[in-house]
């Protein structure tokens, strides 16, 4: 009897959505998509809330059960599937060392500060009229009144999840209201990118973050990477021979098919960011020419909860 494929409930442009499809590409295993537009709150709508009570993607449903958050979702992939061990038994230690670290990163709060203080960065790919919505997302509480608008709706026992994204979103908007914030993580991502500049220093020509193998913390620093150069702090933080050493391997990132695939094209989302936006004005033209991930950045971010 022939199994089903897992199914992957994401959003094209989720960061940690990106991870596992990134996960799932490099193990070389097939799946189902589903995507959950975040742009429309289908996270929290009563079938996904059964699904994932805490209204984050991604999630992967394998052998009727489900499996949250991220890590959680390419250690079970190592553990059940063939293909190339993410976390190989030699040098484990290390990379769930870098894996952590990275993760630790709050991505969130760099990619607003990236618009809300356009000085800390540069070449931001953002589009403007996305920026504009972004920081008024931002200033004007836009996903917290969204969220207690929702929760009129919801049967009682789902309004505490409600009340708990609320008060999270309060957090994060008034967070973002200070430009210290931002800089303290980018202190810190700074920081975290150091170290891995002098690891990479002392790897041989041809070897990825953690030896030879391309691993979960190669997963990791690739989608912050990537992100980091979207809203544009590429060239403060490792480019112009800042960290030569990062440098050299966003090259080779670039170079590898299965994260071109994954995380450079931008075709494979183009249709969801048509429903959420419509096929008007600037959206439509913004549409056809861009093939990065700036468009949806915003949603992903602030219109999800993460993991």
Not at 48 to 60: D, E, G, R, T
Not at 108 to 118: D, R, S
Not at 181 to 189: N, S, W, Y
Request: negative net charge; glycine residues 4%; proline residues 5%.
């Amino acid at each position: 009897m022939e199994v089903d494929p897992p199914r992957l409930y994401h959003f094209p442009t989720s960061f940690h959505s990106q991870k596992v499809m990134l996960a799932l590409a490099e193990k070389g295993i097939p799946y189902r998509s589903r995507q959950v537009n975040l742009g429309v709150s289908e996270n929290y709508t009563s079938w996904f809330l059964k699904i994932n009570p805490k209204a984050q993607v991604p999630v992967l449903e394998d052998n009727d059960k489900y499996i949250i958050d991220s890590a959680a979702i390419i250690r079970y992939l190592d553990d059940v599937y063939e293909g190339p061990l993410l976390m190989p038994p030699i040098g484990e230690k290390k990379c769930s060392y870098y894996q952590e670290s990275l993760q630790s990163v709050k991505v969130e709060v760099l990619t607003f500060g990236a618009v809300l203080y356009p000085h800390l960065v540069k070449n931001c790919s953002i589009p403007d009229v996305i920026q504009e919505r972004m920081c008024k997302a931002v200033m004007s509480a836009q996903k917290s009144h969204k969220l207690r608008e929702l929760m009129k709706d919801v049967e009682p026992d789902v309004k505490v999840i409600f009340e708990k994204k609320i008060a999270e979103s309060e957090e994060f908007e008034e967070r973002m209201r200070h430009e210290d914030a931002v800089v303290a993580e980018l202190e810190k991502v700074e920081k975290i990118l150091k170290e891995i500049n002098e690891e990479l220093k002392n790897k041989e020509s041809g070897c990825w973050l953690c030896g030879p193998d391309f691993t979960v913390a190669d997963i990791c620093l690739a989608i912050l990477l990537q992100r980091l150069k979207l809203v544009g702090y590429a060239s403060r933080l490792w480019e112009e021979d800042h960290l030569p050493h990062i440098e050299a391997y966003y090259v080779r990132l670039l170079l590898r098919k299965t994260f071109r695939h994954v995380c450079v094209g931008g075709a494979s989302y183009m249709e969801m960011m048509r429903n959420t936006f419509g096929d008007v004005g600037t959206v439509s033209v913004i549409l056809s020419a861009i093939t990065s991930l700036c468009l949806a950045i915003w949603l992903s971010f602030y219109m999800a909860g993460k993991t």
